[in-house]
């Protein structure tokens, strides 16, 4: 199992500008922040689709590398996306993932996105992982 | 707000066939129970994929009609299901739903399936209702 | 490759019961009929829901064991279904597969359903196979 | 019914720095191109996930469009999305969008996403737009 200091060093290196704080940091639940700035946001004042879409999907590999370490060649094969409320745009969301399937080829991570500060989910996903076997 | 009693008498009228027993009954957390019998199973001794999807479509009707009443047009109009590992065929199967958007015309709920007694969810599946305009 | 006559076969053999006809069995189109019956019928006069989802997820084994042959352990690992229009009652269903991909361990299909004789989709569905390795 | 020149001149006022050109723009296929440039593109020589799943998105929101005009509040409530393959790094994307449903207050749009030049699709998406009532 990988440590909360081992990932957060592992994902300085690997994505230097990323705006990512990880918050939680369990088996039950991992909690990803992101801070949001000018860029993420659309007209209309709230944060950008893919803004999230990104965030939930950095939120399930967060949650598999901890179980199965620094595997770099685990790819997303499917994210399923709802879109339940307008975030707001003077707030970072957070992303809270649930790992509901850790197989060996195969992993599956449920998400909720929350506008910080806001009790009800902006919005949900369910994300797939391939994992390489072993050699 | 629909009671338990009132939903329970309501199955009972629109569904008599129906192996279906509501559990728990909150704002929080729908359970809804499927008595599984012979014709549910798959060979391998397994609970078919039909029926758990149809319990899981159940499940968000059920915590759906609770908030909105008995408005028999509420339909499906999205399930999106994931198989985590094979139920075991002697036990019940248990579907969770959490409502995760109550709209004006669409919701969307979230539901978590267990074989009864085990801990690990065998499915996962989010679906989503439309909801029919007010007259 | 199995051409249509080895599946048919296989087919009887393996579900007896099964009310599904093979009619297009090409690479690029998979179509499977289900004759449907009073059973299958929801109030209102409409074909259920688990009746098209579990056409769908057979249209989509079907391609897929046309390409690899027939490997017992292939399992659904997601269904992803869209409801479009109330299917007539009096009618068949149809469902036309592609496969999007063949990979080693995952295959990936759409599928559209339609009622015999009309040109709208009443449901479309992307379903996920896995594949065990080769032994 | 919106032109293909109507469209172009409201993407062009609408979205300034996009990188999109419609293609095709007929009621069976809409095809929206995306000119990949390097911030695009992932470690490894690929196109990003958020591109792609950007680009999905606005293909169904241009079919949308092309229906019932340039309505504002149309918003995306779910996007299934399914990566396929890896996209090359020297070519455009090209995404190609079917209308599913267009119904009063929902659209379902398919999309398949190309890599120019290539055959196989890279990634597949299903997505569902919200319409909001008339006035």
């Known amino acids: 199992m990988v440590?909360?200091?081992?990932?957060?060093?592992?994902?300085?290196?690997?994505?230097p500008q990323a705006r990512y704080e990880i918050e939680d940091f369990t088996t039950d639940s991992i909690i990803v922040r992101h801070r949001v700035e000018e860029r993420d946001l659309r007209p209309g004042g709230t944060v950008s689709g893919p803004t999230m879409m990104t965030l939930a999907d950095t939120a399930i590999y967060?949650?598999?590398?901890?179980?199965?370490?620094?595997?770099?060649?685990?790819?997303t094969t499917s994210l399923n996306f709802n879109f339940l409320r307008k975030p707001v745009a003077n707030a970072d969301i957070l992303a809270e993932c649930k790992l509901l399937?850790?197989?060996r080829s195969l992993a599956v991570g449920e998400v909720s996105i929350y506008s910080d500060g806001d009790e009800a989910p902006v919005a949900h996903a369910v994300g797939t992982y391939s994992i390489p076997p072993k050699r």
Chains 1, 2, 3, 4 share one sequence.
């Open 101 to 103: 399937k850790l197989g």
């Open 62 to 75: 967060v949650a598999l590398l901890r179980q199965i370490g620094f595997v770099a060649l685990a790819v």
């Open 3 to 15: 440590s909360k200091e081992e990932m957060i060093a592992w994902f300085k290196s690997e994505f």
